[in-house]
């Protein structure tokens, strides 16, 4: 099955300063990757997504890139504020015919801004 | 719009106690439905998903079960609770065609096994 890798499983910056989160997956067949943040206690919420036939895609302050070749895709947040900070997850799945295929998640990168 | 639902919010049972979590999508008809499970401090582990009523798979062998009695319920059962079920239970949603792959989460049951 897939295996979906994080890192870091901590990131600090300063507020203002950009943030980048990288995963890497094992199923090259894996073509949907999207990425979820979760506040404390709260549900995990969907802040950006790509497909594979797509290299990057930006959403004002978010962006994700992905490199199918290497099988490696990154969060980038840039002009970070107290807001987002938040546990990160990443994800995979294939999107199949049955749609059952449940997302492999990585561990999680908890964001720290400092002020 | 389509709005999940989740109760209770928070748990807290004695070891060997049976459980029950139940979970329903609105506004939306035949979707996929995911349980996952995140323990503290760890990422989300895919415990079942159902693709049709009476339809379930299960990810990894443990001490829970699912069942979907109807479309769009989705209930999380343990006979005896272990203190490794403790965790932060989250039900989710995909809608059907296969096409749109977004998954929603409900709000989510911390589970507390004393």
């Known amino acids: 099955g897939e295996n979906v890798e994080q890192h870091p499983s901590t990131l600090s910056v300063q507020e203002g300063d950009s943030a980048v989160i990288k995963c890497t997956y094992s199923?090259?067949?894996?073509?949907?990757f999207p990425w979820y943040k979760q506040e404390l206690g709260k549900r995990p919420q969907l802040i950006i997504d790509i497909r594979s036939n797509v290299g990057e895609k930006k959403d004002q302050r978010i962006a994700v890139t992905l490199n199918k070749t290497a099988k490696h895709f990154s969060l980038h947040i840039t002009e970070t504020q107290p807001e987002d900070s938040a546990v990160y997850f990443c994800?995979?799945?294939?999107?199949?015919?049955?749609?059952?295929?449940?997302?492999?998640f990585g561990k999680g990168t908890h964001l720290i801004i400092q002020p | 719009s389509q709005t999940i639902h989740q109760w209770p919010a928070t748990l807290v049972q004695p070891v060997g106690s049976p459980l029950s979590l139940e979970c329903t999508v609105e506004?939306?008809?035949?979707?996929?439905l995911y349980w996952y499970r995140q323990a503290a401090g760890r990422g989300l582990q895919l415990l079942f998903y159902s693709i049709g009523i009476d339809q379930i798979s299960s990810e990894v062998p443990q001490n829970l079960s699912a069942s979907r009695p109807q479309d769009r319920q989705f209930i999380l059962s343990s006979k005896k609770l272990l203190l490794s079920d403790s965790g932060f239970y989250l039900c989710?949603?995909?809608?059907?065609?296969?096409?749109?792959?977004?998954?929603?989460f409900g709000s989510g049951t911390q589970l507390s096994v004393l």
């Open positions: 994800a995979a799945s294939i999107m199949s015919g049955g749609g059952a295929d449940g997302l492999t």
């Open positions: 199923d090259s067949a894996s073509n949907y």
């Open positions: 989710a949603w995909r809608r059907l065609p296969w096409a749109n792959e977004k998954l929603f």
């Open positions: 506004g939306t008809s035949n979707p996929n």
